[in-house]
């Protein structure tokens, strides 16, 4: 992620941690895997990455894009409240 990151010249910006309303895999990724990886036992982490990467090749930038989008729209959100709690707003 941080080769893709770099590549792409993406400003990164320091990320609150445990803060739910800004937790980008909790709305793309971890629903993308959680369902074809449940249940799965690995040998080791090349074989766990092998997996995930097969899985992650398919999604369109279309698709990441949006993403980055939405965690923008949420970053301006955080703004423009103070950074007061809030979710399905």
Request: aromatic share 12%; glycine share 4%; hydrophobic share 40%.
């Amino acid at each position: 992620m941080r080769t893709f990151v770099a590549k792409r010249s993406v400003i990164v910006l320091e990320h609150p941690p445990y803060s739910p309303d800004m937790a980008p895999a909790d709305f793309f990724l971890f629903p993308r895997l959680k369902g074809v990886l449940n249940g799965l036992h690995f040998a080791d982490v090349p074989d766990i990455q092998k997996r995930v990467t097969s899985l992650l090749r398919p999604i369109p930038q279309e698709a990441f894009a949006e993403c980055f989008q939405q965690l923008y729209n949420r970053c301006q959100k955080c703004i423009v409240t103070n950074g007061d709690y809030f979710e399905g707003q």
